[in-house]
């Protein structure tokens, strides 16, 4: 019997892995394998370990592991291809594959799209955005963001689209900010290009609320969250993993 298992990152912060639980739960209600469960990498319960357990005594024999994360970096390429062959070898006789991260695209794009404009402040001339990641040590995880900034500028009028990070690269968010309030435009969009909510949205909302006045207007969008496009991406790379099957 084939299962999915939705590998999502996990937070400190509760409203956060409960966004994450309703996410993926919307994904399940339009796909028809037999066996989903959700489980978390870190910081939220269950684990891997114990999400596979669980598929296993519904009986399933084959399982196709789905990370729910943007972009492939050290977790999607390493942390969870290790667990999982490292759990492997306990169960041989459950077959695993390996999907992909929602990655780079259109969709999210266009979300981030929807996210700027329902803020509800019209773009000046010279306004720029700042993209914010998560942030990571992998050269693709830079590569990526670099290219999804380059996409909003096609698709959005802005004068300049940045990239930071949150950790583990530079430049650093508050060099971000800074390097934002030097300039000579009006207004700055800061799009976290997060799925969820946590420490690292909240930690930027209180760094953008206590900016002094007298710069550049800064508006902070919506994360990713909860919308049918992200859902359609999840989907899409569940299907994805099931045909090309990339076996650990």
């Given at each position: 019997?084939?299962?999915?298992?939705?590998?999502?990152?996990?937070?400190?912060?509760?409203?956060?892995?409960?966004?994450?639980?309703?996410?993926?739960?919307?994904?399940?209600?339009?796909?028809?394998?037999?066996?989903?469960?959700?489980?978390?990498?870190?910081?939220?319960?269950?684990?891997?370990?114990e999400g596979i357990i669980t598929c296993m005594e519904q009986g399933a024999k084959e399982i196709v592991v789905v990370p729910v994360l943007l972009l492939a970096a050290t977790h999607a390429k390493k942390d969870i291809p290790n667990?999982?062959?490292?759990?492997?070898?306990?169960?041989?006789?459950?077959?695993?594959?390996?999907?992909?991260?929602?990655?780079?695209?259109?969709?999210?794009?266009?979300?981030?799209?929807?996210?700027?404009?329902?803020?509800?402040?019209?773009?000046?001339?010279?306004?720029?955005?700042?993209?914010?990641?998560?942030?990571?040590?992998?050269?693709?995880?830079?590569?990526?963001?670099?290219?999804?900034?380059?996409?909003?500028?096609?698709?959005?009028?802005?004068?300049?689209?940045?990239?930071?990070?949150?950790?583990?690269?530079?430049?650093?968010?508050?060099?971000?900010?800074?390097q934002a309030q030097l300039g000579s435009n009006s207004q700055v969009f800061v799009i976290p290009y997060l799925l969820f909510t946590g420490i690292l949205m909240k930690e930027m909302e209180r760094k953008i609320s206590r900016l002094?006045?007298?710069?550049?207007?800064?508006?902070?969008?919506?994360?990713?969250?909860?919308?049918?496009?992200?859902?359609?991406?999840?989907?899409?790379?569940?299907?994805?993993?099931?045909?090309?099957?990339?076996?650990?």
């Amino acid at each position: 019997m084939k299962a999915v298992l939705y590998i999502c990152h996990g937070s400190r912060v509760k409203e956060g892995r409960n966004q994450a639980v309703e996410f993926v739960s919307k994904c399940k209600e339009d796909l028809s394998y037999p066996i989903q469960e959700t489980c978390f990498l870190e910081l939220s319960k269950p684990n891997i370990y114990e999400g596979i357990i669980t598929c296993m005594e519904q009986g399933a024999k084959e399982i196709v592991v789905v990370p729910v994360l943007l972009l492939a970096a050290t977790h999607a390429k390493k942390d969870i291809p290790n667990e999982v062959e490292r759990i492997s070898r306990e169960f041989p006789w459950i077959t695993f594959h390996i999907g992909r991260p929602l990655g780079v695209h259109d969709k999210l794009i266009s979300v981030i799209e929807e996210r700027v404009i329902e803020m509800g402040v019209p773009l000046q001339k010279d306004a720029t955005a700042l993209l914010v990641g998560r942030g990571s040590s992998d050269p693709d995880t830079i590569s990526d963001l670099d290219q999804i900034a380059k996409r909003i500028l096609e698709k959005m009028p802005f004068q300049k689209v940045s990239v930071c990070y949150l950790a583990a690269a530079k430049p650093t968010f508050d060099e971000g900010i800074k390097q934002a309030q030097l300039g000579s435009n009006s207004q700055v969009f800061v799009i976290p290009y997060l799925l969820f909510t946590g420490i690292l949205m909240k930690e930027m909302e209180r760094k953008i609320s206590r900016l002094e006045k007298g710069g550049p207007d800064f508006n902070l969008c919506h994360y990713l969250g909860y919308h049918d496009l992200v859902t359609e991406v999840l989907k899409e790379r569940v299907v994805e993993a099931f045909e090309t099957r990339v076996t650990v």
